[in-house]
């Protein structure tokens, strides 16, 4: 078996299967030269040509473990019809959805179509791995958990404070929770489609989980993930699912306990022991841990990234582990520091 599928079963291998979360992207020039021929990111993304080619670039360089569909999470709401625009250097833009009644300007019936070419792209991912012969790498499937992709619905784009947001889920909980529930259900069409052309696991990234109290964070969080994961596995039972709610620090426990993921995968700020104690060990089966080096020490590189990476490492000698970043590879980051980190992960620790 693929080691890093075997890992998410829960075996130990002898060095960390690893891959890096944001792997394909503009730290990498051959992604760079694509991307100024794409003329807009969302035209890439819809290519499936370039849409594989991007998302083979990282293996051919590091041989990764697993690679990562090339998509976006934000092609959930542009699928449903809202305005998604990325402009170079500014992030990406939405028209606002502040209310119940700005609802029904979402719609399904172009869904399906606007989505096709992403599942061309998992099955093309999958026929040129094996035609490269990147036969021991797992293909891994994504989408942007529901809390996370209704944060940019809302605030339209990054933000600061999620005012907006937290405005409509403490004012009218009952509206926003339809929005969560279009978003939960595209969310799941969604991921079954990319199982259906050739994605082998699946990543749940939601990036702001850590914004909300504990109260909300169960509702808003742990509740739209468990209602993913359970309809998931009830048609694709083998298939894995990792979980990466990012910031949300010792509420980390519940969201492994209520969830349903199969995996975690664990940010910067997580202490690797804490993570062993209270996420690992406390299942019935040891559940395997990802992550969690500093995007920033990988962009310094030298020997701190060498050291940090094997005290990492050290931690979870022995246990179900799958090295990566604890959020995206830094775009400046030099190449010559993720080959650096590549081979220091593939020495492993004794
Ligand atoms: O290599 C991979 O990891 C696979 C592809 C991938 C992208 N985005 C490509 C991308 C994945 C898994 C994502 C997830 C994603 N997208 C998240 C969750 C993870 C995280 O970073 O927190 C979020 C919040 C988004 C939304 C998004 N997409 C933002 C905020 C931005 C702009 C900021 C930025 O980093 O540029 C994007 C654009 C984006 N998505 C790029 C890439 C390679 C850069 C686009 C470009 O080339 O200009």
Same mark, same amino acid.
């Given at each position: 078996m693929k080691p890093f599928l075997a890992t998410l079963q829960g075996t130990v291998q002898k060095t960390p299967p690893f891959w890096f979360m944001r792997?394909?992207?503009?730290?990498?020039p051959e992604y760079r030269e694509l991307r100024a021929k794409a003329g807009g990111f969302l035209n890439m993304v819809f290519n499936p040509d370039m849409a594989v080619e991007v998302t083979l670039q990282p293996l051919r360089r590091f041989n990764m473990d697993a690679a990562i569909l090339f998509?976006?999470?934000l092609v959930i709401p542009h699928a449903l019809n809202q305005n998604v625009s990325f402009t170079a250097g500014e992030g990406p833009k939405l028209n606002p959805l502040r209310c119940?009644? %700005?609802? @029904?300007?979402?719609?399904?019936?172009r869904f399906d179509e606007i989505l096709e070419p992403v599942y061309e792209t998992v099955r093309g991912i999958r026929k040129n791995m094996i035609r490269e012969k990147f036969s021991d790498t797992a293909l891994i499937g994504f989408a942007g958990a529901p809390w996370t992709v209704a944060c940019y619905m809302v605030e339209g784009g990054g933000s600061r404070d999620f005012i907006n947001i937290k405005n409509w889920i403490y004012t009218d909980p009952e509206g926003f929770s339809k929005l969560i529930d279009i978003v939960v259900e595209a969310t799941i069409c969604y991921l079954k489609k990319q199982i259906e052309a050739g994605a082998e696991a699946i990543q749940i990234f %939601? @990036?702001? @989980?850590?914004?909300?109290d504990e109260k909300q964070f169960r509702r808003w969080v742990i509740d739209p993930t468990h209602r993913i994961t359970q309809n998931l596995k009830k048609t694709y039972p083998d298939i894995p699912i990792i979980g990466f709610p990012r910031g949300a620090g010792p509420l980390y426990r519940d969201y492994v306990q209520k969830t349903g993921i199969t995996a975690i995968s664990i940010d910067s700020q997580i202490p690797t022991e804490w993570a062993v104690e209270n996420?690992?060990?406390?299942?019935s089966v040891q559940m395997s841990i990802q992550g969690n080096l500093d995007p920033a020490c990988l962009l310094a590189g030298g020997d701190m990234l060498r050291e940090t990476a094997e005290n990492i490492m050290a931690t979870f000698s022995g246990k179900p582990f799958i090295f990566n970043l604890g959020h995206g590879i830094i775009?400046?980051?030099?190449p010559e520091h993720v080959e650096q980190l590549v081979s220091v992960i593939r020495r492993g620790v004794s």
């Open positions: 792997q394909a992207g503009r730290y990498l998509s976006d999470i119940e009644a %700005d609802l @029904s300007l979402l719609s399904k019936d %939601d @990036s702001w @989980s850590g914004v909300l996420l690992q060990t406390q299942q775009k400046e980051t030099p």
